[in-house]
């Protein structure tokens, strides 16, 4: 079956403009989470939704970063007033049971590139 | 603080050379070590998960070991499309998501 896709795959802006990610989960999956990942780290975590609630958004770094998950799918990373520090990579992952484990499947991610 | 912190950094080996990847935790109340593998330019792949100590997982040329402080992935005979980055996480106090280390790159040289 089809995995988790990411739309755009890459993404070049200018610096203090708005940018959308978007995120379509594996069909059937209620958790999806959003990591961002820099050049030779881990993935960190930034924002988790059960169903159409965001249960923990904790990672996000500031105010300038939000996210929405409308009808419990497709999911979008919204950052505002862009800075060189958000260029990354931006990886969304989702999970069947999240109340049971962990296992999470990851999409392809989207590199973003503030210039 | 939980924290996961992976061994060596980078590793160089030639086809069929067999050796370990090391990823040591702390976290209080371990629910679960998750290894994936990560390619270029690709998101993360699930690998294993380990959720006792004393407990073993395979997959082809990798096996994945849990004590209660570390675990190991071990590969054997590698071969050049094993080369990869392979990261370990363990889910966080609030059970919200992984936290992953920064990987360990592996190159298979033939």
């Known amino acids: 079956g089809a995995g988790v896709s990411q739309t755009p795959s890459n993404k070049v802006t200018e610096k203090g403009k708005y940018v959308e990610l978007r995120c379509d989960p594996i069909?059937?999956?209620?958790?999806l989470y959003w990591y961002r990942q820099s050049l030779g780290q881990g993935p960190e975590f930034l924002i988790y939704?059960?169903?159409?609630?965001?249960?923990?958004d904790s990672g996000l770094p500031n105010d300038r970063f939000f996210a929405v998950r409308p009808e419990g799918s497709v999911s979008t990373l919204k950052i505002q007033r862009t800075e060189r520090g958000d260029s990354a990579v931006y990886l969304c992952a989702s999970s069947p049971n999240p109340g049971q484990v962990y296992e999470q499947y990851f999409g392809p991610g989207t590199r973003l590139t503030v210039t | 603080e939980d924290q996961v912190t992976q061994s060596p950094e980078a590793l160089r080996l030639q086809e069929g050379e067999s050796s370990s990847l090391n990823c040591s935790y702390t976290v209080s109340g371990l629910r679960g070590l998750f290894w994936y593998r990560q390619d270029p330019g690709k998101g993360p792949e699930f690998l294993f998960t380990?959720?006792?100590a004393g407990e073993e997982k395979e997959k082809e040329r990798l096996k994945a070991t849990l004590t209660k402080k570390e675990s190991f992935l071990h590969i054997t005979a590698p071969k050049p499309e094993d080369s990869a980055t392979y990261l370990c996480a363990v889910p966080n106090q609030a059970g919200t998501a992984l936290i992953f280390g920064k990987g360990t790159t592996l190159s298979v040289s033939s």
């Open positions: 069909s059937g999956h209620t958790a």
């Open positions: 380990l959720y006792s």
């Open positions: 939704f059960q169903g159409t609630g965001a249960a923990d």
